[in-house]
């Protein structure tokens, strides 16, 4: 066991006396202990702020700067997909607009094309219809005409079969002519 404990004192540099204070506690060792971490302080002051917090701050600016280049770049996309909204809007609108106009030339042309079918076939009517009142008025002027003497020879007969006198259908005639100027 004697080994052991020559072991651990030369471990230890063997220059701490057992005093039963813990080393960095102990009031000897205080200037040294100060001294070494006013100089660690000053070295990790010194490596701080030349070397690593300007990297910091520069990776921070450019973080900083990528956020508000990525920002610029998405107000602009949402620029240009408004254009493009805009864009698709007036093409839908135009569209709709040349849709309409299409349907109203059609129905325009359709329209005129039935007026004209119309006319042609009212015009055949119309002319259709004047043969007929012409057929129909020829027709009443013969059967006038036939009345007027089937109306004389009547007559004539009735004034020679009734009345016994002797009248001529010409003479019949003359008496119906003077009978309708009344």
């Known amino acids: 066991m004697n080994l052991a404990v020559t072991a651990a004192e030369e471990a230890d540099g063997g220059e701490h006396e057992a005093s039963g204070v813990f080393p960095p506690f102990d009031p000897t060792y205080f200037a040294s202990q100060i001294f070494w971490l006013l100089i660690s302080f000053g070295a990790l002051y010194l490596l701080m702020s030349r070397w690593v ?8 600016e450019e973080r ?5 280049d990525d920002l610029d770049a998405a ?11 805009s864009a698709y809007e007036q093409a839908l609108s135009d569209a ?4 309409h106009s299409l349907a109203a030339d059609a129905k325009a042309a359709m329209d005129k094309e039935v007026a004209a079918e119309t006319a042609e076939v009212d015009a055949a009517i119309a002319a259709k219809s004047a043969e007929a009142e012409k057929a129909l008025s020829e027709a009443r002027t013969r059967a006038l005409a036939e009345v007027r003497t089937i109306a004389s020879s009547t007559a004539a007969d009735v004034a ?3 009345g016994g006198l002797s009248v001529s259908e010409a003479d019949a005639d003359k008496v119906i002519t003077a009978l309708e100027g009344r």
Do not use: K, W, Y
């Open 64 to 68: 900083r700067d990528r956020i508000a």
């Open 96 to 99: 709709r607009a040349r849709a």
């Open 160 to 162: 020679n079969q009734i």
């Open 75 to 85: 107000q602009q996309v949402s620029a240009e997909a408004e254009e493009t909204r």
């Open 53 to 60: 917090l300007p990297r910091i701050g520069g990776i921070i």
